[in-house]
């Protein structure tokens, strides 16, 4: 039996006392899991992922299975016998190739000491909060942000100061100045995801700069989330806090698998971190699960030796999406749709909608469509719609064809 | 080029505070990991793995891979393009198929919506240790326990509690009075490993109901991790928290595939744990690395449906080496085994030594024999060794002959 709307949860983003709270029992969970703001993103992916009707564009992957040379690395090294344990911060090869990789692709040299192979992007943006958020501090996020990344700093009970982009002409915008004055004593870190998920928005190489040398001045950690770096279109890799960074910065840059190589379901990623990061990384990791598995780290491997043509392809596909999505949004006139300048995904707000949540539902119900809602994404983000489009253009037009139906 | 006993760290089990710590400049990491015990056992572990002389076993795995028929069910999920993201708390069907087998072999049957999939034992254990304690919680562990259950609290900074067990008539016991005892109204949570890693001890029917009701009556969390449960000689299964749990209870049952299935390289474990639990695990999970990479869980789903001959084959191997070991050891006057009654490890007092970490490494060093050293599983257990037997006798035999060197 499909569920209806109205069996879902309310859509309360901001949780509100209970006036009775006095009379319920306590809870026998954390405080700050209690707390903590529904992930109500995550439960309509889940309710769309339940009627086989509906188009599922409002998660961050595509179509395309792992390249075959990455899954025949990983199949080999199971027929192997790599079953056992591995190092909790990963396998040295690994560390190795991904040094290699680095030195290859954005020209820096890193010792394989720095490099930290985690459970996913994801794990590793967790494991470099979790090493330095204690309770209560501050840490400073540019929104729109991806919810989990949020979710993350409730589970150490962090305190989260929103900084919002804007847009100007079309264009996504940080304020430096207004990034710099939400800094105050209690300020431990500015997290920052570029290319940017849900807006395509890229830093440029002045802003990283600025931004390193007023985080290195002010003693302020920066976690750089740099998963989609592969992602901008017409470069081979976007700028990276790499190029302006010194080995001993308190950065963490993270990466991940998942996107440029179609390996969503492998739960593989990266940091880049200052040496003396390397013993706290790996007593978390250790404490957490202890690293990846053995296994699926020779397909990271193999993605990173061989893995450019793949890459190349995906870009292709995705920038024939981009513009084809660009162009008939266009004609919609409801919606309003800011340059795309790297990522899968198209972030595009429509007229009339004042609560994205429930109507990404209505959409689902009405016309089998199911994005992501913007209001997840930050508070100026009410109103617009995630669509990834890293997948089949024909998927892609059947997409296009309902959201017109919806809203054109 | 290998390094000396000298140039690892020193060997300081409790933090001093530096006297001049007013100098010092503030540590750019959160507090709980500055003061967190460090992981001696693991050091001296990877100290043991770069020298290929050396026979370790430190850690508790053996020698076999993981069976064919396993490795072979991940492959063909590979090959099917089991490559995206799946669900935080893990595939339906493996959620079935462990329903399948708790019913199977323990006889409760158990809805999938109370078993969460997750990323190894130990992160099973860390989301369920996550999900209920605050900072400054008291948790109480039964010692002898193994470190990284510890190192899980003391990330959350909770106060463990050790309620140590103690040797009569050479077999480990808990005294329940005494657990009992330890409850405090900061107490949050009970932990116990049964069967016990390192010492083979298993809970008994009694203790388990009586653990139980005490918890339900004071409404505290027990955690039970129960990964060594099919080790138990001569029985299909060790006494289970299962036996006496009602569906409501505060109890999270922790299992692995680790041990009985030689998968310590998959990373895949699992937790049965009331039904209100749910959306508090798969939260922390999301936003921890949205679970086990997908394709490996075929290769569980495998393991459960057809791996009752390998476990069987598994304990043959690991009854004839605890025999042996039993056997030869008692013929070494400095060593004094108590009786194992589950799980393949030897937990050994060695007369006259009391800094096991330090001889630990000394036997490193001098004989070419990896051991664990007992100081890291609780204050009650400096003086032992722990040596896991899960290897092929051959190798066994080459350990027993290097102990014997040592202190024969």
Redesign the interface.
């Known amino acids: 039996m499909l569920m209806t709307s109205a069996q879902l949860k309310p859509v309360t983003y901001k949780k509100t006392l209970p006036s009775m709270s006095l009379t319920l029992p306590p809870s026998?969970?954390?405080?700050?899991?209690n707390d903590?703001t529904p992930?109500i993103a995550?439960e309509l992916l889940?309710y769309g992922k339940m009627r086989p009707d509906v188009i599922s564009l409002a998660?961050g992957?595509g179509e395309n299975?792992?390249s075959p040379v990455i899954?025949q690395a990983?199949?080999k090294a199971?027929?192997e016998?790599?079953?056992?344990?591995?190092?909790a911060l990963g396998l040295p090869e690994l560390r190795q190739e991904i040094a290699n990789y680095t030195a290859r692709i954005y020209g820096h040299d890193i010792p394989t000491s720095r490099i930290f192979v985690?459970?996913?992007g994801?794990?590793a943006i967790?494991l470099c909060l979790?090493?330095?958020?204690?309770?209560d501090d501050d840490i400073i996020a540019v929104t729109p942000i991806w919810k989990?990344l949020i979710?993350?700093c409730e589970?150490v009970n962090a305190n989260i100061i929103e900084v919002g982009m804007t847009l100007k002409e079309n264009r996504w915008s940080l304020d430096l100045d207004q990034l710099f004055d939400a800094v105050t004593p209690k300020t431990k870190a500015i997290m920052i995801v570029t290319p940017n998920n849900p807006t395509g928005w890229v830093m440029s190489e002045y802003e990283i700069k600025t931004v390193m040398e007023f985080a290195r001045a002010r003693?302020l950690?920066v976690v750089a989330d740099e998963i989609y770096s592969r992602c901008q279109y017409g470069k081979t890799h976007a700028p990276s806090f790499l190029d302006v960074a010194e080995p001993d910065d308190?950065l963490y840059i993270i990466n991940s698998f998942s996107k440029s190589w179609?390996?969503?379901?492998?739960?593989?990623g990266w940091v880049i971190g200052p040496q003396?990061?390397e013993d706290?990384i790996r007593?978390?990791a250790?404490?957490?699960?202890?690293?990846?598995?053995?296994?699926?780290q020779y397909g990271g491997i193999a993605a990173l030796r061989y893995g450019e043509e793949f890459i190349t392809q995906q870009l292709n596909l995705w920038t024939h999406n981009r513009d084809l999505i660009t162009k008939k949004l266009s004609t919609m006139t409801r919606i309003t749709l800011p340059e795309i300048d790297a990522t899968f995904y198209a972030f595009f707000k429509i007229d009339g909608v004042d609560d994205s949540m429930h109507y990404a539902r209505e959409m689902i119900d009405e016309v089998g469509l199911s994005l992501a809602p913007g209001s997840s994404f930050g508070s100026q983000c009410e109103g617009f719609l995630r669509l990834c489009f890293g997948v089949s253009t024909p998927r892609l037009e059947d997409a296009l064809s309902r959201l017109e139906r919806m809203c054109g």
């Not at 179609?262 to 593989?268: H, I, K, P, Q």
């Open positions: 026998p969970f954390r405080d700050a899991l903590m992930n995550a889940r998660q992957e299975v792992t899954q990983a199949m199971l027929q016998g790599k079953t056992f344990y591995a190092p985690t459970s996913s994801t794990n967790n979790h090493s330095i958020l204690n309770e989990n979710g993350i589970v003693g950690w308190l179609a390996m969503t379901g492998w739960r593989l003396i990061a706290k007593d978390l250790l404490y957490q699960n202890m690293g990846p598995p053995a296994f699926t």
